[in-house]
DNA sequence: AAAAAAATTTAGATTAATCTAAAAATATTT
DNA sequence: AAATATTTTTAGATTAATCTAAATTTTTTT
């Protein structure tokens, strides 16, 4: 039933898996090649393996999609991933924006059982630290609804809910302003000129800018 | 100063580290091809790498010795495998015979803040749940006298410290006799015939034959 | 609908890790 | 000290994953 594949052929999948989710349908060897910091002559060679083991349907020249069976191992390593980060943020004490490499090695450790009994020491936990959703063990992946903040209106308040770019810089950059996931803010301005962000968060009024009000989600909390 | 080096060539080093404590010196090719259960000219090949990367000191036809720099790197692996072995059982309730295969994946996630998190989280522990101990941070390894149940002495007490052969079967047996680390128990008769043993553990009388006693590694209590 | 540009695939190499079979060196036995 | 056996190395292939450069297909622009 399940074959062994390698870190490289299940780190194929999950960019498969992840570039999916935003090109709704079939993902093309460019975008695989970009986000896997390889060549697209890698990708083509990959992919071809990948359809023989009949994760991947692949018609040349018109990209590729995961089978059933593809997305289901996907998601079960988008699984181990998070609730590995989950236990170093929460158990280790590592921060948010520390986790991201160690989880990338950690996601390919196999075994169901360890996935199980760490979901089970973690207290079954529904998303990671960056408040992506975790998988349950079936493969279902809950969907919160949300917005980016700078979709959002004067006078409202939100929650935060979830970060889009995880990258060091950026997360620092939150914990150096006190944004965090979970906390609540009002939209106080925003400015026409460059879409600035005037938001009261924690009785402090701070600025962010467009591109950061785009990489946080929020929830509506109060209209 | 340390290179990332492939999960094979630590496996390489962690078998020769692991050669080296019975051999008292070098290692021969034939022996590593066995303990890895791959083949003698696969090892040469191997060696020469890891000889070119100053982890071996490598002399044709007269066998290998770890480096100092080999010796840390091989160690370093021992500790992440062996504190991976407490976390599962310990905080993940595995059984000491389901931990080993998983330990052998998890060994190989190269962070050292990790692993030093992972000895916070675990207390310090010093020994892994089959008695082994734990190297320190700097590589010293604590080394705790005992002796096989074998050389035992009739009518003294032992605690069990150790076990010599991690196999399934072994620790399984073992579990089924209610034989376990830290039991006290008292050698009652040795048969001249077949070496085997007659013991008194947790009030019962149970027998167990050379084999077992061999596997077995014990320090007296009480004359 | 041609021409030009972009995306994708193929052809041919390279590197790591492995193997089998044969050659060479070392160790053991007579 | 020869002969034999064992161990170890070399030679030559193979498989996975990658690359560059060239060829092909698709898409976009004119
Ligand atoms: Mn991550
Ligand atoms: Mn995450
Ligand atoms: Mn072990
Ligand atoms: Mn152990």
């Known amino acids: 039933m399940l074959e062994t594949l390698s870190f490289t052929e299940e780190n194929?999948?999950?960019?498969?898996?992840?570039?999916?989710?935003k090109t709704e349908?079939?993902?093309?060897?460019n975008h695989i090649a970009d986000k896997l910091s390889t060549k697209p002559s890698s990708v083509t060679d990959m992919i071809k393996k990948l359809a023989d083991k009949m994760l991947v349907d692949y018609k040349k020249y018109q990209g590729v999609s995961l089978t059933r069976k593809g997305r289901k191992?996907?998601?079960?390593?988008?699984?181990?991933h998070r609730l590995w980060e989950v236990?170093?943020?929460?158990?280790?004490?590592?921060k948010w924006d520390e986790v991201h490499d160690l989880a990338e090695q950690?996601?390919?450790?196999?075994?169901?059982?360890?996935?199980?009994?760490?979901?089970?020491?973690?207290?079954?936990?529904?998303?990671?630290?960056?408040?992506?959703?975790i998988p349950d063990k079936n493969g279902n992946i809950e969907q919160r609804k949300s917005e980016p903040l700078a979709n959002s209106e004067i006078g409202k308040q939100y929650e935060i809910i979830r970060v889009d770019d995880?990258?060091?810089?950026?997360?620092?950059?939150l914990d150096k302003k006190g944004i965090?996931?979970?906390?609540?803010?009002?939209?106080?301005?925003?400015?026409?000129?460059?879409?600035s962000?005037?938001?009261?968060?924690?009785?402090?009024?701070?600025?962010?800018?467009?591109?950061?009000?785009?990489?946080?989600?929020v929830r509506i909390k109060k209209q």
């Open 12 to 21: 194929y999948l999950k960019a498969i898996f992840s570039l999916s989710k």
């Open 25 to 29: 349908g079939s993902v093309s060897t």
């Open 73 to 80: 191992t996907a998601v079960s390593i988008v699984r181990n």
């Open 87 to 94: 236990f170093l943020v929460e158990k280790l004490n590592f």
């Open 106 to 133: 950690l996601e390919h450790i196999n075994s169901d059982v360890l996935t199980e009994r760490l979901d089970a020491f973690l207290d079954y936990p529904t998303h990671d630290p960056h408040g992506d959703p």
């Open 166 to 173: 995880s990258s060091d810089n950026f997360l620092k950059y």
């Open 180 to 195: 965090a996931i979970g906390k609540i803010l009002t939209v106080i301005h925003k400015e026409i000129f460059d879409n």
């Open 197 to 217: 962000l005037e938001i009261n968060i924690d009785k402090k009024q701070i600025l962010i800018t467009e591109e950061v009000a785009k990489n946080l989600l």
